[in-house]
């Protein structure tokens, strides 16, 4: 498996580490206290003592934005983790041991999908309440119908190979087939899938936010810093501009790793025709 | 039966339907929020307040000076203690063209005070013991007991005067339509997007109102509404955000009003849940003393507000400025609460602040407030919920340790703290906990003129309240009132204490 | 006949899917808490109130009976009324419907018209990484649609640059006012599908351009062009047509953030502020609605499979 080379793959590949560690270490890093209201004058621009500007409270934007970063991965990554668990398990039952599993999941999967995307998350956020549990839950809900089917797809599509034909043959349960013999098949299929998932996942989650329905104050996510914004854009744009400029570099940096990723496992050795 | 093919047309038809193309005196009010329900004696949120305004009327109005004023009635008179005589001015019409008579007034009172009406204003009134007409124009209104605030009462719009004829006919239903004798009409309404107003041929003021038409599209996300101010769409509306002098104020062909109500932000605080810190009153006191409301003014507001009290300032009684809350400095009033949840037990007490997620002042407040509370020890956590929760949780379950909202101070210092006798209210037993003291003093200051033994009762009530930390009063609710000075001209009390924004609507004029 | 075939077993499974939704709906809009009255009444409802509002609307019954009812009226063709306004929703959704199909036909287009060109090209010139194309499919998915309808909406009401926000007027009756209103928020919502199908466009591309019968066609020296046309367009169809489709029924589904931010009377936004005020009849119609538009294009989507390759429908599904 050969790791792409090019710019772009590189510059993403990048970019992504960067927003993870920022996320990670915020809190120990010394840009101030995201919580501290009155730290400066309410809405106060971009200045040396606040790279950021402030926030309508008086708070400083800068360490709030790291805050909102750390939360936007973690609670999207949580959830595509979920997803990712689920959603293989279920799709290799589906695709493999067919039957009754098969309509139930093919079903459910369905009715997921038919669900507009968008109200089915304001659904879950209302009967779970507002938090990041329930943003976890939404993005989950919101991306396993697409995960399952890809995966399910997979695996039919190797269920019949020669191998997984020897291993039944030899008695092998079928967990055991799936485990030992699906799995590594469909992996390829589904890390793909991951990163995708998680770029979708990240902007369900910060539409949520944005309609009121994500992260709790003074906690932020990007979503929430967004609409924290929103109603200042006229007089203090470095909010929206912030926090969506770097919401933006975080979702194009995980598809652009999503790209790299998925060429590396399946290879295009294609020649221009010019 | 629903003939679907002719609504499937009608849908086609949606293509080519005209909408209103604007008449020269058309004016175009963006209205913040649908209204939540049709029955004006029933509904109590403000989006319904607002246009319920436009179209019913009320006996009386109050001005900006807090005194009652004419409306349906042209003149009033307390003959004794708890006998009121009311004349019905004449010239006042529904918009179907009959005449408002004395059965209809004495009708509006029976449908309110119906306990199938369920209505929440008929506690206001005090108790009606009989109704009356006793002249061509006039009704006389008898109580069981002395009740003060029963004139100011009569000014809110949840008193309106329906057609009571229709209504006992069955050709009117007020949970479904809205047809009154004020200055306009409805003549179309697509829910959730806008309605279309026309003036009531009928109404009783002359050449009144002056703008013939009124569009009403429904813009609730604030940033849309200021670009529908700033390009024109809309001619005037209303912000409850303070920030809005920031937004606008660059803007020269745009004229903010600022309106001072009688209302302002409270906390309310369950006293009767079995496991919240709070049932403590010793701990509801610690909280009340901690809040820092000059901090929630000046971070939330931007300084442009004040500090208010149960008994809201602007009837300027100063009854409850001396409370334990409120004296001293900032660092006494720590000082004590500290010492309070010593002596309670729980220097720590971990609590949960609901806000409802669809005001975003409120969020902000609870975020001063966290950090205020802090500094006595408290350690919160904050809850944004949407409105229906919020309102289930605190109204209904009592699943709550406290929570944000806001009071209208209507108009007489003695209505709002009614509310704090959960007995009389209602809506709150779930949370606020019944003082007999406090109850019988409520209900002495509701019989007892304007005067000293009143303002006495008064600064009595506010110890009390104060010390039972129950319901805590923030700072003053101030809105907004924005419009295009080129497009309109605008007529905004100062103050207003009936939620009656528009109280001058007829006489707004359109200048394009 | 082979396209009938084809599709029949799909109308069985689209039922049992859209059953499948019903039921999801009906339940978590009784799971939610806070329930019409509430919002109705505000407050200072007494309990009294409360119940007898929930009585009037037959909020009090047993889940399954209430259930039981919402279908038998639905098969008579009542889908309920608002509890604000007490008037049938649907025809709340037939007046909407045009505007949100306005809406998702030319976000649509656009995306298409825009992307599948991009992508194509992408794919054909550079069969590997890196490019234009890649970066500018990139950066279209990876702006929320709020963020450029914020920043667009701030852009073009400080500037009077003709475009408006808000309002909206119909096609027919005064197609420039239309457009005025109605071109932003399609922008805004192009922008992802118009990604969405560039990325997929180039992948299928790519993929066809490996495939065996395209380099001996090289090796035979046809022109670039007769290749493209003859197999790579044909063959890259199938994925662009599903995304296309799934992108169709997001759009239809109510592209609600964009209708909120623009003030645009369609389905979406009604059904999210029916969502806001418990207003059940319009979510559980509106779900309904979406969820059978999508169902129904993705079987026309599988219906283009048939027609655009001939292989489909001989396999196992």
């Known amino acids: 498996m050969r790791l792409p080379r090019d710019p772009l793959s590189v510059l993403g590949a990048i970019c992504l580490a960067a927003l993870v560690l920022i996320g990670l270490l915020g809190p120990w890093l010394p840009l101030g206290d995201p919580t501290a209201i009155g730290a400066g004058p309410r809405l106060g621009w971009p200045s040396l003592d606040h790279p950021m500007g402030l926030d309508e409270l008086g708070r400083a934007f800068l360490p709030r934005v790291v805050d909102g970063i750390g939360a936007t991965f973690l609670l999207s990554g949580a959830a595509v983790l979920i997803t990712a668990v689920l959603g293989t398990i279920l799709g290799m039952a589906a695709g493999y041991l067919g039957g009754l599993a098969d309509d139930l999941v093919a079903r459910g999967a369905d009715v997921l999908f038919a669900f507009p995307a968008l109200l089915l998350g304001l659904l879950v956020a209302a009967v779970m309440g507002p938090g990041a549990v329930s943003a976890v839950a939404v993005i989950s809900a919101a991306t396993l119908p697409l995960f399952i ?105 995980v598809n652009l790793v999503g790209d790299a990723i998925r060429d590396a496992l399946e290879p295009l050795r294609g020649r221009p025709l010019t | 039966m629903i003939h679907r093919t002719s609504l499937i047309a009608a849908a086609v038809a949606g293509f080519v339907a005209a909408p209103v193309l604007a008449a020269d005196d058309t004016m175009v009010w963006g209205k913040p929020a649908e209204i939540t329900g049709f029955d004006v004696h029933v509904v109590g949120t403000v989006a319904s307040w607002e246009m319920f305004q436009m179209v019913y009327e009320t006996l009386l109005t109050t001005d900006e000076d807090m005194a009652l004023q004419p409306g349906l009635a042209e003149s009033w008179e307390q003959v004794s203690p708890t006998e009121y005589r009311l004349t019905i001015r004449d010239g006042a019409a529904f918009s179907n063209g009959r005449a408002v008579t004395t059965d209809d007034v004495i009708g509006s009172f029976e449908r309110i005070t119906d306990p199938e009406t369920a209505s929440y204003w008929s506690r206001q009134f005090g108790d009606i013991a009989s109704l009356e007409a006793t002249g061509e124009r006039e009704v006389t209104v008898t109580l069981a007991r002395p009740h003060t605030a029963f004139l100011p009462a009569l000014a809110h719009i949840s008193a309106a005067v329906i057609p009571a004829q229709e209504w006992r006919a069955g050709e009117f239903d007020p949970a479904s339509q809205l047809m009154g004798s004020g200055p306009y009409m409805v003549v179309e309404h697509n829910q959730d997007e806008s309605w279309t107003l026309e003036a009531n041929p009928h109404y009783r003021g002359e050449d009144l109102p002056k703008a013939s038409r009124l569009e009403v599209p429904i813009i609730p996300d604030e940033s849309a509404r200021i670009a529908a101010l700033r390009d024109g769409r809309i001619d005037f509306t209303t912000f409850e955000n303070p920030d809005v002098s920031l937004l606008l104020g660059r803007d020269e062909t745009i004229a903010i009003d600022p309106i001072r109500t009688t209302n302002y932000y409270r906390v309310d605080v369950n006293a009767l849940g079995e496991e919240t810190p709070f049932a403590d009153e010793r701990v509801r006191r610690a909280m009340s003393l901690a809040t820092d409301r000059d901090a929630i003014n000046n971070a939330v507001f931007g300084g442009t507000t004040a500090v208010d009290y149960p008994v809201p300032r602007a009837f300027g009684t100063g009854a409850c400025e001396d409370s334990e809350s409120y004296a001293g400095t900032r660092e006494e009033r720590l000082e004590k609460a500290r010492a309070l949840l010593e002596e309670a037990g729980n220097t720590a007490p971990q609590v949960q602040l609901m806000a409802s997620s669809a005001n975003p002042t409120l969020g902000r407040i609870a975020q001063v407030m966290q950090q205020s509370l802090a500094e006595a020890g408290f350690e919160v956590e904050i809850e944004q919920v949407p409105t229906a929760e919020y309102l289930q949780r605190v109204f209904t379950d009592g699943d709550f340790d406290f929570s944000l909202s806001w009071l209208a101070g209507y108009t007489d210092p003695s209505m709002v703290i009614a509310w704090w006798n959960p007995q009389f209210a209602v809506w709150n037993t779930v949370f606020h906990e019944y003082d007999e003291d406090l109850a019988t003093a409520l209900e002495d200051v509701k019989q007892l003129p304007a005067g000293e033994e009143r303002q006495a009762k008064l600064k009595e009530i506010c110890g009390m309240m104060d010390r039972q930390a129950n319901i805590l009063a923030l700072t003053s609710k101030v809105d907004y009132l924005v419009s295009r000075t080129d497009k309109i001209e605008v007529i905004a009390d100062e103050v207003s204490g009936s939620s009656n924004t528009y109280r001058h609507i007829a006489e707004f004029e359109s200048l394009d | 006949m082979r396209l009938a075939l084809h599709l029949l077993p799909r109308v069985g499974t689209a039922i049992l899917t859209l059953f499948g939704v019903a039921v999801l709906v009906f339940l978590s809009l009784r799971l939610i808490p806070g329930g ?30 209430q259930f039981l009812r919402w279908l038998q009226a639905m098969a008579s063709g009542d889908f309920g009324i608002s509890m604000v306004t007490q008037r049938p929703v649907i025809d709340e959704f037939l007046r909407r419907a045009p505007v949100t ?29 890196g490019g234009a194309g890649r970066l500018v499919g990139a950066l279209g998915a990876s702006v929320p649609d709020f963020v450029l309808g914020s920043i667009l909406i701030f852009v073009f009401s400080i500037n009077d640059l003709w475009f408006r926000v808000g309002g909206y007027t119909p096609f027919l009756e005064d197609p420039v006012a239309n457009l005025r209103t109605m071109t932003l928020p399609v922008l805004t919502l192009a922008v992802f599908g118009m990604a969405l199908i560039l990325r997929t466009t180039r992948e299928a591309t790519l993929r066809v351009m490996t495939e065996g019968h395209i380099t001996a066609a090289v090796a035979r020296g046809d022109a670039p062009r007769d290749i493209v046309r003859a197999h790579v367009l044909r063959n890259a169809a199938i994925p662009v047509v599903t995304v296309a489709a799934t992108y169709f029924g997001f759009l239809m589904g109510g592209a609600v953030v964009v209708e909120v931010l623009y003030s645009i009377p369609g389905v979406g936004l009604f059904i999210f502020n029916g969502l806001m005020n418990r207003d059940y009849a319009i979510v559980q119609t509106g779900v309904l609605l979406a969820a059978v538009v999508f169902v129904a294009v993705n079987m026309l989507a599988d219906a283009a499979y048939a027609v655009i390759d001939p292989r489909v429908g001989t396999r196992r599904a």
């Open chain 1, 149 to 253: 089917r890809v995966v399910r797809s997979v695996t039919l599509g190797v269920a019949g190979r020669g191998f997984v034909v020897t291993a039944e043959v030899a008695g092998a349960s079928a967990w055991r087939v799936m485990l030992v013999h699906i799995l590594p098949n469909v992996l390829g299929a589904a890390v793909v899938q991951l990163t995708y998932a998680l770029s979708i996942g990240m902007i369900i989650e910060s539409a949520l936010s944005f309609l009121g329905l994500g992260v709790q104050p003074p906690d932020a996510s990007l979503g929430s810093l967004l609409r924290q914004g929103s109603p200042y854009l006229t007089i203090a744009p470095h909010m929206v501009i912030g926090a969506g400029l770097v919401l933006s570099l975080a979702i194009m940096s």
């Open chain 3, 36 to 65: 019409y009255a509430d919002i109705m009444l505000g407050p200072f409802a007494t309990p009294e109130s409360r119940a007898a509002v929930a009585a009037r609307y037959g909020l009090d019954q047993p889940v399954a009976v």
């Open chain 3, 101 to 129: 199909l306005q809406l998702a036909s030319m976000a649509l287009g656009v995306a298409v018209v825009v992307g599948a060109p991009l992508g194509a090209a992408s794919g054909v010139r550079a069969a590997g990484r």
